[in-house]
């Protein structure tokens, strides 16, 4: 087991599906080497991204399975607990911490709205059943449930508990959660288009999606934010935004599939109920990305 030292920047990573519509391993074990060559922190499946949604459970662990067996160079693997009970969610994180998993990335539960006292139980009891370090996330726009600063005051008395991907869309959230706990819980950035905000208020790391195409310039930018070279990273953000921009809305899973596809590291291919975009939301990625590929930088 690798130790996770939360910082830096951990793709989201999509799931490679065949035509056919079974996991793509050849195509899984490409991409990763992809993603270590440029130089990412950490790794992440499972999660919206990797479509946790439509896999099955035995799916979901052979993908922990083979990712904890490929060598890594010493980057931690997160997987994604996603589930809509509490019982579920503690036998999945018991199966993937004996699959292999460093650590968890826990949402509240799916589906079902839990309130404050709920939602806390939830996550406490979770927590309880493994020993593997756990980074919150906290996206109250897609789930409807709000992890406050308040909350994650709380929950940072449980050693287990060492991360948030911060994914409100309310930078003010950052330094509310900064003020509570701290360097007790490292803060990740889990929007893209709010990358450079987040760094600038305090967070460490950043749990992104387009670096799923793009993990040079990603990683770069984590780099100059961390360095304190604020006018090249705005001029590297200025250039990414348009991308980073189709990390948002409720396409943003074959938005960032297709730029992955488009330029050589993957397929479109998602797993019903999505569909691939029509040819008109296609054609509009498309020509994001031409216009963004005739300025790229040199990284």
């Known amino acids: 087991m690798t130790d996770v030292q939360w910082r830096g920047v951990f793709p989201a990573l999509t799931t490679k599906f065949t035509a056919s519509d079974e996991i793509d391993w050849a195509a899984m074990e490409r991409h990763l080497e992809f993603q270590l060559e440029a130089g990412v922190h950490g790794l992440i499946i499972l999660g919206s991204l990797g479509e946790t949604s439509t896999l099955r459970p035995a799916e979901k662990l052979a993908l922990v399975k083979f990712f904890s067996q490929m060598d890594r160079s010493g980057r ?31 949402l509240p539960p799916m589906r079902y709205h839990s309130d404050g006292r709920e939602t806390m139980i939830f996550l406490n009891e979770v927590a309880s059943a493994t020993s593997l370090p756990i980074m919150l996330y906290n996206n109250p726009v897609a789930y409807g449930i709000d992890i406050s600063p308040d909350d994650i005051a709380r929950l940072a008395e449980n050693p287990k508990f060492q991360a948030v991907k911060e994914s409100s869309m309310d930078t003010r ?22 990358a450079f905000e987040c760094f600038a ?10 670096v799923d195409a793009f993990p040079r310039e990603t990683v770069r930018l984590w780099k ?18 348009p991308l980073l921009h189709l990390d948002v809305g409720p396409k943003f899973i074959q938005q960032i599939k297709l730029v992955e596809a488009l330029v050589g590291v993957g397929s479109a291919k998602v797993r019903a109920p999505r569909l691939q975009l029509t040819e008109k939301e296609a054609s509009a990625v498309e020509n994001t990305l031409n216009h963004v590929l005739e300025n790229r930088p040199q990284v």
Do not use: H, N
């Open 76 to 106: 931690p693997l997160l997987a994604c607990v996603a589930e809509c009970s509490t019982r579920d969610a503690k036998e999945f994180a018991v199966a993937a911490e004996q699959a292999g998993a460093d650590g968890l990335m826990l």
């Open 173 to 194: 959230r950052i330094p509310e959660i900064r003020k509570r706990v701290g360097d007790r819980m490292a803060i990740f950035c889990g929007v893209d288009d709010l």
């Open 201 to 210: 208020l305090g967070a460490v790391g950043w749990v992104a999606g387009l």
């Open 224 to 241: 100059l934010t961390q360095a304190g070279r604020w006018d090249e990273a705005r001029e590297l953000y200025q250039w990414f935004l």
